[in-house]
Every structure is written in structure tokens, then in C-alpha cells.
């Protein structure tokens, strides 16, 4: 199970409250910078995505996003994925444990809005296409809209069906679609999509292939030129559509895509996929980010995806979706805008304030000499170092050298069929997923686990509680190459 | 002449219903079902009955 806190601990009502329960205690802030802020955006696209979890690396800190399951049905089959799996403790995207009406899942998003003032966004990613079952999507998203006019509404697609509807999207006011595009080659897409359906027939093998690509491109060049902002997500297959990733990066980004977020193939035999039954192997760590690297001056790249479930509710990377299940809501739900409103202004200053904090630990940076370093974070959100070690689900992966801090991608720590696993096990996958990284900064670690890491050649530092992240990796940087000219 | 579904097989995803040319599709009691009194086939309509051309599952849309 996800954990819950950091959502659980921001549930106050004032912004001073808000601010308390971030700040906590711990070594004062100093600075900090991201470099994902507003600088290198138009101030017309970062109103778009500054409260947008998954379109900024920086929101993702601070607000929240919701998926609800609505639209089941879907006009093609894509080998990683089988509609008849569920499974409520696997974390991927098109799967989900609940299906929903248009008026439940309204009833549904009325209900997190009321617990959850970071809650910013409300998705509709399958299972089953959106744009394909796009009366049920419609109709959640016009009754949510009258509700909750100031939740950001968006929707994600393999693109056959989205033409039809690009009009009605922008007439509903939806700024962020996402597309799924694997690959620009009909020969590779027949080794992905064994058939579509399209205008009442269907199609297989190349022919699938080209309709489908044609189609994408198609909905690609609408949105863009409709002033929508699109995330392209490409599933990465080795062996499969590795080879024309960075080409499908040049070229969406030629088209104007705003994102390309590149996620690696989650394939397990026990999920009945057909890739999972034909052993196709999912990338690795360093394959994924080699891929990534090729593609550095494409499309900017979304390094922090979480491929979060179809009925995810949380902060990026955590899902709180089993407390919200249907049998668990009110019947009538009274909504506090106003909570929104407030954690809305505290964020913006919060920002302000990390931004000029990065800025000041940026110049003691920028005299180093020295080699990049990897440093793992643990947080629950916030922007800030406030997790405990043994709570972490996942780490944050930063890179830091005199140019500055860049967050890289997270590495999950768990399997995502958690359970059946001793705490030495654990431990073991943890340094296994930490491989090349040689410092984790958290809230708190236990002596134990801080011997067994140091053993494995990682050190655990937790005297920077409650640090804003890259403030805390500026300093960490500057002081151990200082060290280092020391004792040299 | 008609089709029938499968339910043991059946996801639910409800796009056989989305695509029946005749609204043959219904979905009651917590299953989706054809009534072989609307179901044509697609003669006439379509190459192949819709239904089966797009459900995700195979021999799930069958002839009755
Ligand atoms: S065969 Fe055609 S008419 Fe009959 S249920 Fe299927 S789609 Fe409807
Ligand atoms: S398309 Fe197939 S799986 Fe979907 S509801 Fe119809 S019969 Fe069931």
C-alpha cells in the first residue's frame, strides 16, 4: 500500500497551518533552485502546468492529481496491456479496481476535493480509451466542471478517436491531452498493436499500424494548432521500438508536443499481457536513461512519471485510491473551495521561497570542480526532505555538479505486489535500485539499516530534515568537495 | 441469426454495446447481453458483425 501521510498531514485549514505542518523542525532552509520553474516557460504555458502533478516536475510536489475509471471501453489492443487483469496492490497504468458511472465518479472526485485541497487535476487514462468512449468521458467531465470549476481537467488517448473530438476538447475548456505514440515505423507498430478498430471494421498487422500512426499525427497537429498541450507517452520496448525513440522524440517535439514522457514496459507473466506471456522483457534502469540521454534535446522530457493506476488519487507516486472507493463516500459532500484556494496561495509563496533558497546554494556550487554526484531524496511532497528512510516507497534521484541540481527520475523501491517480504529483503532491493548512487538524503534512518547501507558503500544522511531538496544537495555538493580539496 | 455474448468471458468494457448498429446490446443485471430480437448480424450494415470486430477478448462475440 501507498503511503498516505503526506497528504494525511497537510489536512489543515489555515495557510500558517499549511506552512507549520511542511516546515517542521530541522536545519533552517537556506535556498534553493529548480530550474524547472517558470524562466524557461511563456507565462501563457506555465499557467497552464504550474498546478499540473504530471506536466511539471516541480508542481508534482505540491499538488495532486485524480483518475477516475469511466471510460472501459477502447478501440485497439496493444501487447502490454490485458483489460481483464486487476489487481488492487499492482501500480500500471490502464489498470483499475473500480468501474465507475459518470455521476458516481463526479460524486467520487467531489468527495477527494473536499479531503484534499492539493488536489489540482482530474484525468481520464483507461482502462479503455477516453477519447474512443468519449460520451462517458464527456459526461464526467461536464458534471465535475459544474461542480468544481476549478479543478484542470485532462485525458489521455492512443489517439484513433481523438480527431473526432478536438472541437468538443477545446469548447470544454481541457488543456492538457496526453497521447500514447510508441513509434513512428507501421513495422514496429504490427509488433505492438495486433489490431485497431476503425469506422466499423477491423483492422490488423500494417494496415493497423499505418491508420493508427496517421491518425495520431493527425490528433497531434490539431491539439497543437488548438493552443492544447500535449504530453506524448511512448512505452519502451527493447528490441521492439528502442531504435526510433529518439526520432519519435524529434519529431513530436517538432510538432509541438510540450512533453515526451518515455516509460518503460511493465511486463510480468502473471499479468496475462501478451507481451508478459512471450517473456518480452522490460528495459532497465540504465537502458531507460540511456534512451533518455539520446533524446536530451528533444521534447523535454518527463523523468518523473509514476505511471500511476487508471483510478490513482494522491500526490505523484502515492495512491490513496482505496480510501475512496464507492462504498466509502458520503452521500452528500460538502466541498470547501476555499481550503484549495488557501493551499493554492501558500504554494505560490512556498515556490518563491524555494526558488530564491536554490539561488544563493547555486553560487557555492559554481565554483566546484569536481566529478557529477547522484543523490537519492526521500520526500512526501513538498519540495522538502521530510521522509523517513524506512517509509520511502521510492527515491528521488538527483544529479548534482557546478552547473546545479536536475532531478533525473525516481526509482521505485518496492515491487509493486508488496507483501511477502521480509525487511532484509527489502533492504537488499533497496540497494539493488540504489546501484550507482552514493549518498540518500532522508528525514530520519534507523542504526541498523544506516549499517547495512554503509556496508553496501551508500551513506544515509539525515541531518537535513525538512531541507528543501536541491538547497540541501547544493550544500552536501559544495561542502564534500571542500572536503575533498582538503584532504587531497 | 444472432450473436451472443460470452459471459464468463466478457470484461464489461461495454464497446460491443458503443458499436451495435441495432442497440442489440443491453446491459442487465450486471452482465452485457444481446437480444437476438434486434441482433442482424450486421447483415447489410457491415463486413462483420461489430460486436465481435471489436471486443477485446477472443470468441467472446459468437454466433448463438
Ligand atoms: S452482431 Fe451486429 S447486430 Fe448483432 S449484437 Fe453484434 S453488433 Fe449488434
Ligand atoms: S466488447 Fe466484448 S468484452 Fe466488451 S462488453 Fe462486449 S462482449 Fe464484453
Redesign the interface.
Given at each position: 500500500m501507498a503511503d498516505i501521510i503526506s497528504l494525511g498531514g497537510l489536512q489543515v485549514a489555515s495557510r500558517d497551518e499549511l506552512g507549520k505542518a511542511l516546515e517542521g523542525g530541522g536545519c533552517a532552509a537556506s535556498s534553493c533552485g529548480s530550474k524547472a520553474g517558470p524562466a524557461d516557460m511563456d507565462p501563457a504555458t506555465w499557467a497552464k502546468v504550474k498546478d499540473h502533478p504530471c506536466y511539471s516536475e516541480e508542481a508534482h510536489h505540491y499538488f495532486a492529481r485524480m483518475h477516475v475509471s469511466v471510460a472501459?471501453?477502447?478501440?485497439i489492443?496493444c501487447n502490454y496491456c490485458n483489460?481483464?487483469y486487476d489487481c488492487a496492490n499492482e501500480s500500471r497504468p490502464g489498470v483499475v479496481s473500480e468501474?465507475l458511472t459518470p455521476e458516481q465518479a463526479a460524486r467520487k472526485v467531489l468527495a477527494v476535493a473536499a479531503e484534499v485541497p492539493q488536489l489540482s487535476v482530474l484525468g481520464i487514462a483507461g482502462?479503455?480509451d477516453a477519447a474512443?468512449?468519449w460520451k462517458k468521458t464527456k459526461a464526467t467531465f461536464d458534471l465535475v466542471q459544474k461542480q468544481l470549476p476549478d479543478i484542470r481537467l485532462c485525458l489521455s488517448s492512443n489517439g484513433l478517436a481523438m480527431p473526432d473530438h478536438v472541437d468538443e476538447i477545446v469548447a470544454m475548456n481541457i488543456d492538457h491531452v496526453t497521447l500514447t505514440i510508441n513509434t513512428l515505423d507501421p513495422e514496429v507498430g504490427a509488433q505492438i498493436y495486433p489490431w485497431i478498430?476503425f469506422r466499423?471494421?477491423?483492422h490488423h498487422g500494417i494496415e493497423a499500424a499505418t491508420i493508427l500512426l496517421d491518425r495520431q499525427m493527425q490528433a497531434l497537429d490539431m491539439l497543437v494548432a488548438r493552443g492544447v498541450l500535449v504530453k506524448v507517452n511512448s512505452v519502451l520496448i527493447p528490441g521492439i521500438n528502442e531504435a526510433g525513440m529518439q526520432e519519435l522524440n524529434r519529431v513530436v517535439k517538432q510538432k509541438g508536443a510540450f512533453l515526451h514522457n518515455i516509460m518503460p514496459l511493465i511486463s510480468d507473466p502473471a499479468h496475462g499481457t501478451h507481451f508478459g506471456l512471450t517473456g518480452q522483457r522490460g528495459p532497465t534502469a540504465a537502458e531507460l536513461r540511456a534512451v533518455q540521454d539520446l533524446c536530451g534535446d528533444g521534447a523535454n522530457l518527463m523523468k518523473h512519471c509514476r505511471q500511476c493506476r487508471a483510478d490513482a488519487v494522491g500526490m505523484l507516486g502515492e495512491d490513496r485510491g482505496q480510501e475512496f472507493t464507492l462504498d466509502k463516500l458520503p452521500e452528500v459532500v460538502e466541498d470547501d473551495g476555499e481550503k484549495r484556494a488557501a493551499y493554492r496561495d501558500w504554494v505560490a509563496r512556498e515556490r518563491e521561497d524555494r526558488r530564491a533558497a536554490a539561488e544563493a546554494a547555486q553560487a557555492e556550487v559554481a565554483v566546484v570542480a569536481a566529478p557529477p554526484m547522484l543523490v537519492a531524496v526521500c520526500t512526501k511532497g513538498g519540495g522538502r526532505i521530510n521522509q523517513h528512510f524506512g517509509h520511502a516507497t521510492e527515491f528521488q534521484i538527483y544529479e548534482v555538479d557546478a552547473a546545479g541540481v536536475r532531478f533525473i527520475t525516481h526509482r521505485r523501491a518496492d515491487n509493486y505486489c508488496v507483501g511477502g517480504h521480509g525487511d532484509g529483503e527489502t533492504l537488499s532491493e533497496i540497494i539493488r535500485t540504489l546501484d550507482g548512487v552514493p549518498v540518500v538524503l532522508c528525514a530520519r534512518i534507523g542504526e541498523a539499516p544506516r549499517e547495512r547501507m554503509a556496508a553496501a558503500g551508500i551513506e544515509v544522511i539525515d541531518t537535513c530534515a525538512q531541507d528543501y531538496i536541491e538547497t540541501a544537495i547544493l550544500d552536501l555538493y559544495a561542502s564534500r568537495n571542500r572536503r575533498d580539496a582538503l584532504t587531497a | 441469426m444472432a450473436y451472443k455474448i460470452v459471459t464468463a468471458h466478457c470484461?464489461?468494457?461495454?464497446?460491443c454495446e458503443?458499436?451495435c448498429p441495432n442497440a442489440a446490446v443491453r446491459f442487465k443485471a450486471g452482465a452485457y447481453v444481446i437480444d437476438p430480437r434486434l441482433c442482424t448480424e450486421c447483415a447489410g450494415q457491415?463486413?462483420?458483425p461489430?460486436c465481435a470486430?471489436?471486443c477485446?477478448?477472443p470468441k467472446t462475440c459468437i454466433p448463438a
Open positions: 472501459p471501453a477502447c478501440n489492443q483489460r481483464k468501474r482502462p479503455g474512443y468512449d478498430f466499423g471494421k477491423r | 470484461t464489461a468494457c461495454g464497446a458503443f458499436e457491415f463486413d462483420a461489430q470486430s471489436v477485446p477478448v
